[in-house]
C-alpha cells in the first residue's frame, strides 16, 4: 500500500514537470496553455466553485474539473511536443 503510494505520488511529479515544459515549449497552442494555466490555478485557489465543506459534491468538482481541463487541452498539443516534453521530464 504505501509502495503504491509512493509510485502514485512519483508519477505525479513527474506529470507536473512535463505539464510545466509543455507550458514553456513554443510549440504548445495558446488555448492549450490557457487550459492548463486554469487547472493549475483551480488547484491552487483557497476557494472552489463548490465549497469543500459541502460532503461528497465539494470535492468531487475537484476531481472532475480539473483532470477534465488537463485531457481537453492535452487534446490541442500535438503529440510530439508532449513526447518531446515527457522524455525531457525524465
Not at 505539464?19 to 483557497?46: C, E, H, M, N, Q
Not at 488537463?70 to 487534446?75: D, E, M, P, R, S
Amino acid at each position: 500500500m504505501c509502495e503504491k503510494l509512493k509510485s502514485v505520488g512519483r508519477n505525479v511529479k513527474r506529470e507536473l514537470r512535463v505539464y510545466r515544459f509543455v507550458l514553456k515549449d513554443k510549440r504548445t497552442p495558446k488555448i492549450s496553455k490557457i487550459l492548463l494555466g486554469l487547472a493549475v490555478g483551480y488547484i491552487l485557489l483557497p476557494f472552489d466553485l463548490i465549497p469543500d465543506f459541502i460532503p461528497v459534491i465539494g470535492h468531487v468538482d475537484d476531481v472532475i474539473l480539473v483532470p477534465l481541463l488537463i485531457i481537453v487541452a492535452l487534446k490541442f498539443i500535438p503529440q510530439e511536443v508532449v513526447d518531446d516534453c515527457r522524455k525531457r521530464a525524465l
